[in-house]
């Protein structure tokens, strides 16, 4: 990762576990400027967790920076990589009310929401359920979870430009269940045997790490596809696909309205393939209002420097 576009690396001054219910508890942290305007980061995946890296993008000096593993992952628990973790209760709408429940915990009565991937689609879920408590948006790799959308990553569309990888990908479904793939992997993933979960978790796992950068980075393919970490990253990703995010085809676009008047940048690499810019450009035509970033010679990750630089610029743009 070149992350040199972005602020030096801090430390949180405050981290913490939120009971949200359903025998679930989700990190939390703070960093930053304890009197500063807040910030919630929105980590993507469903399922990938947060890193100390994605503070930076934050002016320490002004920002109030909250990081917030969502359901499932990361230090939040219990964690999805055990066979017994049960799914029913971790959806888009657990996670708006999560997010709700730790805004009011942590005494804020409006914040920025800043996401990226899936997490554009969880700050739009959010924002659109609670737009009182959003004082701007930021948004990257913009991802709304419509078929189309789902089908060109997992189904086989982009398959066109990595053939290669997708042989792996494609490798862990018997032939005839390869017309519907994300259901196959379901199966799956959703099986007690680490014998079968575990292959088909880093197989997932493993195309989308390969593809998410213009160039590949081996060190993050290698630290994502870990075992624990590629289980509850892949359960929790294809949960949510299998269910088409708990919304209505295309409800994140057509609900802009509800959101039109918070400030808002949208972010996006041209050369994105997990979410290509079809979608980012559907929401930017339903939303004129909100600044729109095209980052050419960025793909979807937001580590990538054109990405991570039109990132800061944003927040700096939103500073007091």
Same mark, same amino acid.
């Not at 807040?38 to 947060?50: A, E, I, N």
């Given at each position: !990762?070149?992350?040199?576009?972005?602020?030096?690396?801090?430390?949180?001054?405050? &981290?913490?576990?939120?009971?949200?219910?359903?025998?679930?508890?989700?990190?939390?942290?703070?960093?930053?400027? +304890?009197?500063?305007?807040?910030?919630?980061?929105?980590?993507?995946?469903?399922?990938?967790?947060? /890193?100390?890296?994605?503070?930076?993008?934050?002016?320490?000096?002004?920002?109030?920076?909250?990081?917030?593993?969502?359901?499932?992952?990361?230090?939040?628990?219990? $964690?999805?990589?055990? +066979?017994?973790?049960?799914?029913?209760?971790?959806? &888009?709408?657990?996670?708006?009310?999560?997010?709700?429940?730790?805004?009011?915990?942590?005494?804020?009565?409006?914040?920025?929401?800043?996401?990226?991937?899936?997490?554009?689609?969880?700050?739009?879920?959010?924002?659109?359920?609670?737009?009182?408590?959003?004082?701007?948006?930021?948004?990257?790799?913009?991802?709304?979870?419509?078929?189309?959308?789902?089908?060109?990553?997992?189904?086989?569309?982009?398959?066109?430009?990595?053939?290669?990888?997708?042989?792996?990908?494609?490798?862990?479904?018997? @032939?005839?269940?390869?017309?519907?793939?994300?259901? *196959?992997? $379901?199966?799956?993933? /959703?099986?007690?045997?680490? *014998?079968?979960?575990?292959?088909?978790?880093?197989?997932? &796992?493993?195309?989308?790490?390969?593809?998410? &950068?213009?160039?590949?980075?081996?060190?993050?393919?290698?630290?994502?596809?870990?075992?624990? $970490?590629?289980?509850?990253?892949?359960?929790?990703?294809?949960?949510?696909?299998?269910?088409?995010?708990? !919304?209505?085809?295309?409800?994140?676009?057509?609900? @802009?309205?509800?959101?039109?008047?918070?400030?808002?940048?949208?972010?996006?690499?041209? $050369?994105? @393939?997990?979410?290509? !810019?079809?979608?980012?450009?559907?929401?930017?035509?339903?939303? +004129?209002?909100?600044?729109?970033? @095209?980052?050419?010679?960025?793909?979807?990750?937001?580590?990538?420097?054109?990405? *991570?630089?039109?990132?800061?610029?944003?927040?700096?743009?939103?500073?007091?």
């Amino acid at each position: !990762m070149d992350l040199d576009a972005l602020y030096p690396p801090i430390e949180p001054y405050g &981290t913490g576990e939120l009971i949200v219910g359903d025998g679930n508890r989700i990190y939390w942290e703070q960093s930053g400027n +304890p009197d500063g305007k807040p910030v919630v980061f929105l980590h993507g995946g469903p399922g990938s967790g947060t /890193s100390p890296w994605q503070r930076r993008f934050f002016d320490p000096e002004v920002y109030r920076i909250v990081l917030f593993d969502q359901r499932g992952c990361g230090r939040s628990t219990p $964690h999805v990589s055990d +066979p017994a973790a049960d799914l029913r209760f971790n959806t &888009t709408w657990h996670l708006v009310a999560d997010m709700e429940l730790l805004r009011r915990n942590l005494g804020i009565s409006a914040w920025q929401v800043f996401g990226g991937s899936w997490g554009s689609a969880l700050a739009l879920a959010y924002a659109q359920t609670h737009p009182d408590a959003v004082t701007e948006l930021v948004l990257r790799g913009i991802f709304t979870l419509r078929r189309h959308e789902l089908e060109w990553f997992y189904e086989g569309g982009a398959s066109a430009i990595f053939p290669d990888l997708w042989e792996d990908y494609l490798a862990q479904i018997p @032939v005839l269940e390869r017309n519907r793939l994300i259901q *196959a992997y $379901h199966r799956r993933l /959703s099986d007690p045997d680490p *014998a079968v979960h575990v292959p088909a978790a880093i197989a997932w &796992t493993r195309w989308e790490a390969s593809t998410v &950068t213009l160039r590949p980075d081996a060190a993050q393919i290698a630290s994502t596809t870990e075992a624990e $970490h590629a289980t509850a990253f892949a359960r929790i990703e294809n949960h949510y696909f299998l269910h088409g995010g708990w !919304m209505r085809e295309g409800q994140l676009i057509e609900d @802009v309205d509800v959101i039109r008047h918070i400030p808002a940048v949208i972010v996006q690499g041209r $050369h994105d @393939v997990c979410t290509p !810019m079809m979608t980012a450009w559907d929401l930017h035509r339903a939303w +004129p209002e909100a600044e729109f970033v @095209v980052v050419d010679d960025a793909g979807h990750s937001a580590s990538e420097p054109g990405n *991570a630089a039109a990132l800061r610029a944003a927040t700096d743009g939103f500073r007091p």
